[in-house]
């Protein structure tokens, strides 16, 4: 089946059917993430950020409250 048939295949899919099997290919990925490149500019980005003088660290549970407006 080309990328063209299957992609086809799943938009016809209800969005529930769809979100799903989203979901189960993206655990698939986050099962080997060493299949996963990493692109250098990413890396770049990464060092740079961490060998700030002061890197700001900011908790999940600070950026979830901040995302959901419970500031």
Do not use: C, N, Y
Request: glycine share 2%; no cysteine.
């Amino acid at each position: 089946m080309t990328k063209q048939a299957l992609l086809a295949e799943f938009l016809r899919l209800p969005p529930e059917e769809r979100i799903a099997l989203l979901g189960e290919a993206w655990d698939s990925i986050a099962a080997s993430p060493a299949d996963v490149p990493i692109p250098e500019w990413h890396v770049q980005e990464l060092e740079r950020r961490l060998a700030r003088p002061d890197p700001q660290f900011v908790p999940w549970e600070e950026v979830r409250s901040r995302l959901r407006g419970a500031s």
